[in-house]
């Protein structure tokens, strides 16, 4: 299997602050990776995919780059809805996720 | 609009079994690869099943394999997710999910639905 390295597993920021999550594969997964953010009791939602792909209707202060083992999320100006845990996904193989971010606000 | 609807959770023993339904409506289920996702509770998101539209290619979590099974019915727009010997590790809200565009890979997860909670417990 695939282990994806999720760091940090929580933040706590200031809004307007920009944001940088950063996830790390254990072996070589291209381009294959997705970011989600899920809001408490909700489902996830798909922000990014394909490293660095924006879904549709998804604010562009959301962004993701990285390609092979390192991948990076950033939110560029933190908003108060932007509170959710994100996790990073991979499908190169059958797909594994990080453990997690949870971010807050200061 | 696309919708996903969960159903069959509950609370159950100790290598007991429980039946996981999915309806789906809004879109041509038929054309779509179908995913069952997980998450215990306050833990993080496990991926658990996979199945091709035409039920031809079905993958597990190595987790799951040997105790679970996962099948669908395109006349009846449905996923479902067959769980046997369940342990309490397998206690989590189940979700099934579907990729967000067919031009890109199925595990791409666009659509989610609510979630059915899943608990093992004597």
């Known amino acids: 299997d695939i282990q994806m390295t999720q760091s940090p597993s929580s933040l706590s920021a200031s809004v307007g602050d920009r944001v940088t999550i950063t996830c790390q594969a254990s072996q070589d997964i291209s381009n294959y990776l997705n970011w989600y953010q899920q809001k408490p009791g909700k489902a996830p939602k798909l922000l990014i995919y394909d490293a660095s792909n924006l879904e549709t209707g998804v604010p562009s202060r959301f962004s993701g780059s990285g390609s092979g083992t390192d991948f990076t999320f950033t939110i560029s100006s933190l908003q108060p809805e932007d509170i959710a845990t994100y996790y990073c996904?991979?499908?190169?193989?059958?797909?594994?996720f990080g453990g997690g971010t949870k971010v807050e606000i200061k | 609009e696309v919708q996903l609807v969960e159903s069959g959770g509950g609370l159950v023993k100790p290598g007991g079994s429980l039946r996981l339904s999915c309806a789906a409506s809004g879109f041509t289920f038929s054309s779509y690869s179908m995913n069952w996702v997980r998450q215990a509770p306050g833990k993080g998101l496990e991926w658990v099943s996979s199945?091709?539209?035409?039920?031809?290619?079905?993958y597990y979590a190595d987790s799951v394999k040997g105790r679970f099974t996962i099948s669908r019915d395109n006349a009846k727009n449905s996923l479902y997710l067959q769980m046997n010997s369940l342990r309490a590790e397998d206690t989590a809200v189940y979700y099934c999910?579907?990729?967000?565009?067919?031009?890109?890979?199925?595990?791409?997860?666009?659509?989610w639905g609510q979630g059915t909670l899943v608990t093992v417990s004597s």
């Open positions: 996904q991979q499908y190169d193989n059958l797909p594994t």
């Open positions: 999910a579907r990729g967000s565009d067919p031009r890109r890979s199925g595990f791409s997860l666009g659509y």
């Open positions: 199945i091709s539209s035409s039920s031809s290619y079905i």
